[in-house]
């Protein structure tokens, strides 16, 4: 059963559909450029959100990670390998924010 996208990204696609078309289609063309595969470009993309901060961005690249192949120990190496980059603080953050969907 596919899952339901967050009430945030609904709301934006009624809002904005125009815009999201158009975001969703620059993440795809970004993934295709190159020889990346999905699994690492969701990696990448996951440890930029815990980076950023960004709660919501995290659960989703969690989320498409897995879908892509990865696995609970690859999300959680992930941002493990940010610690001495972005902080212990900000990762243990990240790392809680994974948890919400890997416990799912």
């Known amino acids: 059963m ?3 996208p967050p009430k945030t990204y609904l709301t934006l ?23 990346l595969g999905g ?16 709660e919501g ?3 989703s690249h969690v989320r498409r990670a897995l879908e892509a ?5 690859e ?8 610690t001495s980059t972005i902080g212990f603080p900000t990762v243990a953050a ?3 924010w994974a948890e919400d969907v890997l416990k799912k």
């Not at 620059?26 to 020889?35: D, I, N, Q, S, T």
């Not at 690492?40 to 960004?54: G, K, N, P, V, Y």
């Open 57 to 59: 961005s995290v659960h």
């Open 2 to 4: 596919p899952r339901k």
């Open 69 to 73: 192949g990865a696995t609970p120990g």
């Open 94 to 96: 990240a790392l809680t």
């Open 13 to 35: 696609q009624k809002k904005h559909p125009g815009i999201l078309r158009a975001v969703e289609a620059l993440g795809e063309a970004a993934r295709k450029a190159g020889p």
């Open 39 to 54: 699994k690492t470009a969701h990696l990448i993309q996951l440890a930029a959100a815990a980076a950023i901060r960004s």
């Open 75 to 82: 999300i959680r190496h992930t941002l493990i390998l940010l």
